[in-house]
């Protein structure tokens, strides 16, 4: 794909979502980055319905610690992979504690080296809370953008390089956030839906369902 239609497909999701978000809720940097370890294989959906009762609850490193592993996965035991969350989870927050004055780290080594957090996750914190110009691929946005060919690759490192190398810069903020939605609603696993896509015409994919409604 070439760039002239990359910066189309951009310009048009920006137009059309001018300013995108995270469809988890949180209200500080430390609970969202709870709810995104959280939502590893795991729906946003899914997620928010745990961390409604959570929050209210324990909402800081300290109130999380206090609260403990046995009694965390009371309120997550809902969620996917909820043992090695928990686990992961309470020694995060011992980490921000004793590491971090209990503030989450700004930059992508000291994110990674908290238990749970992996590439994905510090560049959703990156991006969200911090504003910076990252791109988190997960399996969405891995099949939106080699399905369109905005970046493809065999893996998800490979795509993160080449959509931060392709995605035109004034667009970086927030392709991460559209990307996702447009994986998660329209251009879907299955049986994309083509005829409601506006990015249709500029996508490459060989295969468009364009007879679904």
């Given at each position: ?6 910066q189309?497909i ?5 137009e059309?979502n ?8 949180y ?7 709870i709810?995104v370890i959280l939502?590893?294989q ?6 928010n319905?745990?961390t409604?009762k959570l ?11 206090q609260?403990?592993e046995?009694?965390?996965k009371?309120?997550?035991k809902?969620?996917?992979?909820y043992n090695s969350?928990?686990?992961n989870?309470?020694?995060t927050c ?9 503030q989450v780290?700004n930059?992508r080594a000291?994110l990674k080296k908290?238990p ?14 911090f504003?910076q ?8 946005i891995?099949?939106?953008?080699n399905r369109t060919?905005i970046a493809?690759g ?5 795509v993160e ?15 991460h956030?559209?990307?996702i939605?447009?994986?998660r609603y329209i ?6 839906r083509?005829?409601?896509c506006?990015i249709?015409d ?10 679904n409604?």
């Open positions: 794909m070439n760039a002239e239609k990359r189309k951009f310009k048009r999701l920006q059309n001018p300013y995108p978000s995270t469809e988890l809720i209200h500080s940097t430390f609970e969202l980055l709810a939502s590893a795991a729906t946003d959906k899914s997620v319905k745990a409604k929050f209210p609850v324990a909402n800081t490193p300290e109130k999380l610690l609260l403990g046995d009694n965390l009371k309120y997550i809902t969620i996917g992979l969350k928990a686990k989870i309470i020694q011992q980490d921000l504690i004793t590491q971090h004055q209990s780290p930059t000291a908290l749970g957090v992996g590439q994905k996750t510090a560049n959703v914190i990156l991006n969200t809370a504003g110009n990252t791109i988190a691929v997960d399996t969405h891995f099949r939106v953008a060919h493809t065999k893996d998800v490192i490979e390089k080449k959509l931060l190398r392709h995605v035109p810069t004034q667009y970086k903020q927030h392709a956030h559209w990307l939605l447009h994986g251009c879907i696993a299955r049986k994309p083509c005829n409601a506006l249709s500029l996508c490459e994919y060989k295969d468009k369902y364009l007879d409604e």
